[in-house]
Every structure is written in C-alpha cells, then in structure tokens.
C-alpha cells in the first residue's frame, strides 16, 4: 500500500496532506487512536478524525474515494 498512498499524497498534495506513522515506534499514537490492524488509516479534518477508520488493503480508487468523501463532508 506504501507506493498507492505515496502516489494519492503526491497527487493530491494541494488538497490534502499524507502522514506516516511506523506502529512499532509510536505506541502512544496507536493506543490514542485505538489502531488494532495494519495497514490502518485516519482521516482528520480540522484535528478531529473524520469519517471511518479505515484498515486492510484496498485499490488507489477506493482509497482515494474513502479520503475525499471523509475530508469533503
């Protein structure tokens, strides 16, 4: 998923900013954001996670859907 979500984050950089976290370094986060899969995705909008939290695999289309309806509502 790494290069779909890099090609989504370059594409759309003037809509949206993409950040990566690594699960293995950064417990704090994923114990706030109760993360419990990988590959795992928040969306936040105005510092507040909107939409659904989104885990698995998916194409670069569903991904990108799921992003512009959360941030766009």
């Known amino acids: 998923m790494a290069p779909v979500v890099a090609q989504i984050a370059s594409e759309h ?3 949206f900013a993409v950040a990566k976290y690594d ?4 417990q704090r986060i994923i114990r706030e954001f109760q993360v419990r899969g990988r590959p795992a995705y928040l ?4 510092g507040e996670v909107v939409g659904p939290r989104l885990n698995g695999v998916m194409t670069k289309a ?12």
Not at 23 to 26: L, T
């Open 62 to 73: 569903q991904l990108l859907q799921k992003i512009l309806s959360a941030i766009n509502n």
């Open 43 to 46: 969306i936040f909008k105005d």
């Open 23 to 26: 699960m293995d370094d950064n």
């Open 13 to 15: 950089r003037n809509t």
